[in-house]
């Protein structure tokens, strides 16, 4: 079984100080990458140090590592090769083809394109490593001469938020594929989402029950990416409490944004707040202390964000959902609704092109977008621009608001008249919910009586 371990908090020094003691790097989570029989790979693991050196961010490492394990996989699977200075430009171009074959046990195609390119650039920038590494000559290079051929190609590309163009020089390989077509971002399906949550609501496990729904609604009702929603923390939900404000982790961003802040309902927190006594009880029990708000019941410890996507994987075969189902849908959904919303109160809106003028001009939506999303840069946003307006093209009906707001005060008092009945006992608990599903059903109506047809 190959291996890529973490190794917690591992410290690098850098150099020697002016007082002559060693300075040390910021400690980082790093990969130990092994091969079958649990011998480490040093050449792996040496790449993985001079990673460290470029001070690059644990996450982007431990991505590395995970590319470069299919090299080392592939070295231990060839008869004819032992050392990775042995590989030739038809012994890489056969690892690059293994890559695309690779199928999953039920005869899919294992990954797309675009992940084979990842993992094989990663591999070419492993391998001239390798080649300074042994002080190697003729292995990997533009020349003829080499072992491994590779191409230099120009690029130059324009950066939104810097002036000018940045511009560089990759390398490639003639093995390597050509791009997926570009990938349209669609939300998750109201269907599928409900029926998600269905299943989860109807957990047996009701401490299981309870942790899934205070996520899955965290999900739903942030739009965070997925390892955002498992750094929340109790004191973010206790300040959101407060202040009606959850604040979330910023990733994949390249500024100093650090954190976000997203309004949040009263629904989210009082479905965190009836898991949080399921977390205060497992925590007790199994004898740990951490301020992360969403964890594992079989250990107390922070519950990892794969363990989501892979509950919401073994939910798509048990439920029979057809496509994709992951976390980042629910994401996609959010922000597509966000920008509906947007759309819809900006009169001065007629088509995508006078919107995406207005994101361009006014501050206000950008802080707004940015806030809700985390993205760093507007063309982030295009495909979800394109989503809000096909889910909007044909939009007739408009509600009338003095309708509605009456609706809405007459509910309220039947509300409070519920409660008072309640509290005088007047009202068994089963005769109140009979007469809020009444009220629910009236409200409902008087909510379709205000809608009138923009022809009229």
Same mark, same amino acid.
């Given at each position: 079984?190959?291996?890529?371990?973490?190794?917690?908090?591992?410290?690098?020094?850098?150099?020697?100080?002016?007082?002559?003691?060693?300075?040390?790097?910021?400690?980082?989570?790093?990969?130990?990458?092994?091969?079958?029989?649990?011998?480490?790979?040093?050449?792996?693991?040496?790449?993985?140090?001079?990673?460290?050196?470029?001070?690059?961010?644990?996450?982007?490492?431990?991505?590395?590592?995970?590319?470069?394990?299919?090299?080392?996989?592939?070295?231990?699977?060839?008869?004819?090769?032992?050392?990775?200075?042995?590989?030739?430009?038809?012994?890489?171009?056969?690892?690059?083809?293994?890559?695309?074959?690779?199928?999953?046990?039920?005869?899919?195609?294992?990954?797309?394109?675009?992940?084979?390119? =990842? $993992?094989? /650039? &990663?591999?070419?920038?492993?391998?001239?490593? #390798?080649?300074?590494? @042994?002080?190697? +000559? !003729?292995?990997?290079?533009?020349?003829?001469?080499?072992?491994?051929?590779?191409?230099?190609?120009?690029?130059?590309?324009?950066?939104?938020?810097?002036?000018?163009?940045?511009?560089?020089? =990759? $390398?490639? /390989? &003639?093995?390597?594929?050509?791009?997926?077509? #570009?990938?349209?971002? @669609?939300?998750? +399906? !109201?269907?599928?989402?409900?029926?998600?949550?269905?299943?989860?609501?109807?957990?047996?496990?009701?401490?299981?029950?309870?942790?899934?729904?205070?996520?899955?609604?965290?999900?739903?009702?942030?739009?965070?990416?997925?390892?955002?929603?498992?750094?929340?923390?109790?004191?973010?939900?206790?300040?959101?409490?407060?202040?009606?404000?959850?604040?979330?982790?910023?990733?994949?961003?390249?500024?100093?944004?650090?954190?976000?802040?997203?309004?949040?309902?009263?629904?989210?927190?009082?479905?965190?707040?009836?898991?949080?006594?399921?977390?205060?009880?497992?925590?007790?029990?199994?004898?740990?202390?951490?301020?992360?708000?969403?964890?594992?019941?079989?250990?107390?410890?922070?519950?990892?964000?794969?363990?989501?996507?892979?509950?919401?994987?073994?939910?798509?075969?048990?439920?029979?959902?057809?496509?994709?189902?992951?976390?980042?849908?629910?994401?996609?959904?959010?922000?597509?609704?966000?920008?509906?919303?947007?759309?819809?109160?900006?009169?001065?809106?007629?088509?995508?092109?006078?919107?995406?003028?207005?994101?361009?001009?006014?501050?206000?939506?950008?802080?707004?977008?940015?806030?809700?999303?985390?993205?760093?840069?507007?063309?982030?946003?295009?495909?979800?621009?394109?989503?809000?307006?096909?889910?909007?093209?044909?939009?007739?009906?408009?509600?009338?608001?003095?309708?509605?707001?009456?609706?809405?005060?007459?509910?309220?008092?039947?509300?409070?008249?519920?409660?008072?009945?309640?509290?005088?006992?007047?009202?068994?608990?089963?005769?109140?919910?009979?007469?809020?599903?009444?009220?629910?059903?009236?409200?409902?109506?008087?909510?379709?009586?205000?809608?009138?047809?923009?022809?009229?």
């Amino acid at each position: 079984m190959m291996a890529v371990r973490k190794l917690k908090d591992f410290e690098q020094w850098s150099h020697l100080g002016f007082d002559g003691k060693l300075v040390f790097r910021k400690p980082l989570d790093i990969p130990f990458v092994t091969y079958s029989n649990h011998t480490p790979c040093y050449e792996a693991n040496a790449y993985i140090h001079s990673l460290m050196a470029r001070n690059l961010k644990s996450a982007t490492i431990r991505g590395y590592a995970h590319d470069i394990i299919h090299l080392v996989h592939f070295i231990e699977k060839q008869p004819l090769l032992s050392q990775f200075n042995q590989l030739t430009d038809a012994t890489f171009t056969l690892f690059v083809q293994s890559l695309q074959a690779e199928r999953t046990p039920l005869g899919e195609l294992k990954r797309k394109n675009n992940s084979v390119i =990842k $993992i094989a /650039h &990663t591999c070419l920038d492993f391998l001239q490593f #390798i080649q300074h590494f @042994h002080d190697l +000559s !003729s292995f990997i290079g533009k020349d003829k001469g080499n072992s491994i051929q590779i191409l230099e190609k120009h690029y130059k590309r324009k950066q939104e938020g810097y002036r000018g163009f940045i511009e560089g020089t =990759k $390398i490639t /390989h &003639t093995a390597i594929p050509t791009k997926d077509e #570009i990938k349209k971002r @669609h939300p998750v +399906s !109201s269907d599928n989402a409900l029926r998600v949550w269905e299943h989860i609501k109807t957990q047996q496990n009701k401490d299981k029950r309870r942790r899934d729904m205070a996520l899955y609604t965290a999900m739903e009702q942030l739009g965070g990416r997925v390892t955002e929603l498992h750094l929340i923390k109790m004191s973010d939900y206790e300040e959101a409490r407060r202040t009606s404000s959850l604040t979330l982790t910023n990733l994949k961003r390249k500024d100093d944004n650090t954190t976000r802040k997203i309004p949040v309902s009263h629904l989210l927190l009082s479905v965190i707040a009836d898991y949080i006594k399921v977390r205060k009880k497992v925590m007790r029990k199994k004898k740990v202390q951490h301020d992360y708000l969403f964890i594992g019941l079989k250990t107390g410890l922070r519950l990892s964000a794969d363990s989501w996507t892979t509950y919401m994987n073994s939910w798509k075969k048990e439920l029979g959902i057809e496509g994709e189902l992951h976390p980042h849908l629910w994401r996609h959904a959010f922000i597509t609704d966000k920008l509906k919303e947007l759309i819809l109160v900006t009169k001065e809106v007629n088509d995508k092109d006078d919107f995406r003028k207005h994101l361009l001009h006014t501050e206000t939506f950008k802080m707004q977008l940015q806030q809700w999303s985390g993205h760093t840069n507007l063309s982030s946003l295009d495909t979800y621009i394109d989503l809000a307006f096909a889910d909007i093209h044909g939009y007739t009906e408009v509600y009338n608001a003095v309708s509605l707001k009456s609706s809405v005060d007459l509910a309220k008092r039947q509300i409070e008249l519920l409660e008072e009945q309640i509290a005088k006992k007047e009202l068994t608990p089963t005769a109140a919910l009979g007469e809020m599903k009444k009220l629910l059903g009236a409200f409902q109506a008087n909510i379709d009586k205000s809608i009138l047809s923009s022809s009229q």
